[in-house]
C-alpha cells in the first residue's frame, strides 16, 4: 500500500511539473508543498527557496488579506482570474492572474492550490499589439488608419423601418456625440458603426474597433488608456486605444462585459475628455468620437448590473436598435437574392432559382443567427449544390432537421391563407401599376409601400413594366 502511494505520488508531481502554468500548492497552515517550475520563473525564484517554506517567508510583502492562497483556505471558496501584485524575496515587482482553488478531502479543507500565469508576459504581448498598431499610423496616416472597408450602402434592407433607420444614421453622423447601438449577434452592428464613421465629419481619421468581451478583463484597461513606464515590471510608456483613435472614431463592441469599475474611467474620458494611462498621475486630452455596442438590451444588462446607469445615460445621446432578421422578413428573400448573385460570382456558379418549399422555409424560418446566419447558410448551399436551382435538400443538417417543425406550423395556420394573400398582393399591385400607367415611383406611393419593396415584388410576381 505504501509503494502504491509513494507511485501515486511521484506519477501526480511528474504530471504537475509537466504543466505549462505555474502550480503552487500549500497546506492548511500556509506551508508550500508543491511548487513547480514554471512558478518558480513567474516569481522571480529558484524552487528550493520556496518549496518547505510558509508563504511570508518566501514573499514577504503578502499579508492573510492580500494573499489569495491564504484567503481560500480561509473562505473555502475559489478565487478566479484575479490580479496579485507583490514583491518577491529578492524585491523584484511581480503581477500575475491566478485562479485559487481549495483542496478538500472529504469535507476538510487541507490547503489550497494556485494555477498562475505571467500577467506582466500577458501586458507585453497586448502591447506589441498597440505597437503594431501604432506603427501602422507612422507608414501613412491617410492610408493607414480610415480602416473602415463598409459604408452604410452595404447594410442591405428593403425595410421601410431599416431604411429609416440609415437615412437617420446618415444625418446623426456629422454630430460628435457618443452612440450607443443594440442588436443581436448577427444584424451587422459593426458594419452600420463603420457606416457612420463613413458619413461623419471623421471619415479621414482612425476607425478602431475593439471587442471588450475579447480582452481579459485585468488588461482591457493598459488597452484602452495606455500604460506608463514603471507602473509594472516591463511596463514602458505606451499610447492606449483612445491615444490611438485622436481625431478619428473608438468602437467599444459588446461593452457589457467591461468592468464596472473600468466603466466609471470610460466615463470620465466622454465627460471631460481626457485620459489617464496606467501608472500615471498626468491627463492626456483627445479628441475621441465614442461609439458602443451591446448585443444584450440596455434596460436587461442595467438589471443584471452589467452596466453602469450613468454611463448609459452618457452613451444614450443617440441610441440605434438593429432589427432581428424575423422582425423584417420582407429582407429575407430580398437579402437571399443578394447574396446568391454574390456567390454565384465567387464560386463561378450559376443559380438563380430557389425551390418554393425552400423558399416557404426561408421565410418562416427565425433565423437566431440573423443575416450572418443567413448569409453563412447560403454559402453552405451554393457549394454543395449540384443544379441550378437550391432546394430544400441542399440545406445545411441542422436546418434539414428544422422543416418538419415549419411545416407542422404552416399545417396548423393553414396553407390556404397564405395563398390568399399571395394573390391579393398580386392583385393590388396589378391595380396600381394599371392606375399609375407602369409608374413604379407613383404606384409605390399609392401602395405606401417603399421603392424598392416594390420592385423586388413586381420581380417576385413577374409583372414587367417600366419606369
Not at 506519477?11 to 503552487?24: C, F, N, P, Q, Y
Not at 418562416?364 to 443567427?369: H, T
Not at 409608374?439 to 415584388?457: M, S
Amino acid at each position: 500500500m505504501v509503494q502504491l502511494t509513494a507511485l501515486t505520488q511521484e506519477v501526480l508531481t511528474a504530471i504537475l511539473k509537466s504543466i505549462d502554468e505555474g502550480i503552487h500548492v500549500v497546506n492548511i497552515d500556509g506551508k508550500t508543498i508543491f511548487y513547480n517550475e514554471v512558478a518558480a520563473r513567474h516569481d522571480g525564484m529558484e524552487v528550493n527557496e520556496v518549496l518547505g517554506k510558509h508563504l511570508f517567508e518566501a514573499f514577504p510583502s503578502l499579508t492573510k488579506e492580500s494573499s489569495t492562497l491564504l484567503k481560500v483556505i480561509k473562505s473555502g471558496k475559489p478565487i478566479f482570474n484575479q490580479t496579485q501584485e507583490y514583491v518577491n524575496l529578492h524585491g523584484s515587482r511581480i503581477d500575475t492572474i491566478n485562479t485559487t482553488l481549495p483542496i478538500f478531502v472529504g469535507e476538510e479543507i487541507i490547503g489550497a492550490v494556485e494555477i498562475a500565469k505571467d500577467y506582466s508576459r500577458m501586458k507585453i504581448l497586448s502591447e506589441r499589439l498597440l505597437d503594431l498598431q501604432r506603427g501602422l499610423n507612422k507608414t501613412g496616416r491617410k492610408k493607414t488608419t480610415r480602416q473602415v472597408n463598409y459604408t452604410l450602402n452595404d447594410l442591405k434592407t428593403i425595410h421601410p423601418l431599416f431604411l429609416k433607420l440609415k437615412d437617420e444614421a446618415r444625418k446623426l453622423a456629422k454630430s460628435d456625440s457618443p452612440i450607443l447601438v443594440y442588436g443581436e449577434s448577427g444584424t451587422g452592428k459593426e458594419l452600420f458603426v463603420q457606416g457612420i464613421h463613413h458619413e461623419s465629419l471623421r471619415t479621414n481619421g482612425a476607425f478602431i474597433a475593439q471587442n471588450c468581451a475579447a480582452i481579459p478583463e485585468t488588461l482591457l484597461e493598459s488597452i484602452l488608456f495606455g500604460t506608463s513606464k514603471g507602473s509594472y515590471t516591463g511596463a514602458v510608456d505606451r499610447k492606449g486605444l483612445f491615444e490611438l483613435a485622436d481625431g478619428g472614431t473608438l468602437f467599444l463592441d459588446e461593452l457589457h462585459t467591461m468592468p464596472i469599475e473600468l466603466q466609471a474611467k470610460l466615463l470620465r474620458v466622454l465627460e471631460d475628455g481626457m485620459v489617464r494611462r496606467v501608472g500615471s498621475s498626468e491627463n492626456i486630452l483627445v479628441n475621441v468620437r465614442v461609439i458602443a455596442a451591446m448585443n444584450v438590451h440596455p434596460s436587461k444588462a442595467l438589471q443584471n448590473q452589467n452596466l453602469r446607469s450613468d454611463l448609459y445615460y452618457r452613451l444614450n445621446v443617440f441610441t440605434f436598435s438593429l432589427l432581428p432578421l424575423r422582425e423584417r422578413k420582407e429582407d429575407i428573400l430580398f437579402l437571399t437574392e443578394y447574396f446568391l448573385k454574390e456567390f454565384n460570382k465567387k464560386l463561378h456558379k450559376n443559380i438563380h432559382q430557389l425551390d418554393p418549399e425552400l423558399e416557404l422555409f426561408l421565410e418562416e424560418y427565425p433565423w437566431p443567427g440573423n443575416v450572418r446566419e443567413l448569409k453563412h447558410t447560403l454559402e453552405y448551399m451554393m457549394n454543395v449544390c449540384e443544379g441550378s436551382s437550391l432546394t430544400c435538400t441542399d440545406l445545411p443538417f441542422m436546418l434539414q432537421q428544422q422543416r418538419p417543425v415549419i411545416k407542422k406550423v404552416e399545417n396548423k395556420e393553414c396553407m390556404s391563407l397564405r395563398k390568399n394573400i399571395d394573390d391579393l398582393e398580386k392583385r393590388l399591385i396589378i391595380d396600381a401599376m394599371n392606375q399609375c400607367n407602369g409608374n413604379v415611383k407613383h404606384a409605390a406611393k399609392l401602395l405606401e409601400i417603399p421603392r424598392q419593396t416594390l420592385q423586388y415584388k413586381l420581380k417576385k410576381v413577374a409583372i414587367e413594366c417600366a419606369e
